[in-house]
């Protein structure tokens, strides 16, 4: 069964430092996203991209944030200068379209030291 | 905007006992319904989804869910439960229309599943 591959698993990194989280989503899906879930905390939304540009974000997705599909297979979080805060665990998650599931990687667990 | 609550942060249950897991959701319009499950250490795995058509609706690994509009519920339920279901379950909600397809997660239910 197709997959969405997330690497690394874990990072470790000083604050302040930029991190780039990295996805390849399933190839036939259109509709790619990025979600957060600190630790015993809920699954939070943090931006969808379709078509090469963002279709939503939400508060969280500030401008420490950026989206890229460099190469029409990757798709990439950047965190520019990170904070303490931004530990969490990051899921990828792409789909066909609406009436969807929505498969989500394994994640990447961000550890802000 | 639209939202989903999960009553009960954690469920016990026997083997071999009913599951019930709550979920009710508000939306202006009657949205598309998920649940998934989150093993330990793991992703997001899709249980079930409602987006039309019948109301009971059948996932993987035994569960089903009923979407009822008049008591805005998809309650997971599942007859018999097997020590590989402890996990946490999330539903989460999608308007049917426009906001850019995002999912909105409920708080999560840890389920425990006892001999």
């Known amino acids: 069964e197709p997959e969405v591959t997330q690497t690394p698993s874990h990072q470790v990194t000083q604050m302040g430092q930029e991190v780039i989280l990295r996805c390849v989503p399933i190839?036939?899906?259109?509709?790619f996203y990025w979600y957060r879930q600190i630790l015993g905390q809920k699954v939070e939304f943090l931006v969808s991209?379709?078509?090469?540009?963002?279709?939503?974000k939400s508060e969280i997705f500030d401008d420490q944030f950026s989206v890229e599909r460099p190469d029409g297979s990757n798709f990439t979080l950047k965190i520019r200068s990170t904070k303490l805060e931004d530990s969490a665990m990051y899921f990828c998650?792409?789909?066909?379209?609406?009436?969807?599931?929505?498969?989500f990687g394994s994640g990447t667990r961000l550890t802000v030291v | 905007a639209q939202s989903v609550t999960q009553l009960g942060s954690h469920v016990s249950v026997s083997e071999g006992a009913l599951v019930l897991l709550r979920c009710n959701y508000s939306?202006?319009?009657?949205?598309?319904l998920f649940w998934y499950v989150q093993y330990p250490n793991q992703g997001l795995q899709l249980l079930l989804k409602?987006?039309?058509?019948?109301?009971l609706v059948k996932g993987i690994n035994g569960f089903e869910a009923e979407f009822k509009k008049s008591e805005t519920s998809f309650h997971l339920t599942k007859p018999s439960a097997h020590m590989s279901d402890a996990a946490e379950y999330f539903c989460?909600?999608?308007?049917?229309?426009?906001?850019?397809?995002?999912?909105?997660f409920g708080t999560g239910t840890q389920l425990k599943v006892e001999l």
């Open positions: 998650a792409s789909t066909e379209g609406s009436v969807y599931g929505y498969t």
């Open positions: 190839s036939n899906h259109l509709y």
């Open positions: 991209f379709y078509n090469n540009e963002i279709s939503e």
């Open positions: 939306s202006s319009v009657p949205p598309y």
């Open positions: 409602y987006t039309t058509g019948a109301t």
């Open positions: 989460a909600v999608r308007k049917v229309t426009g906001g850019g397809n995002k999912l909105t």
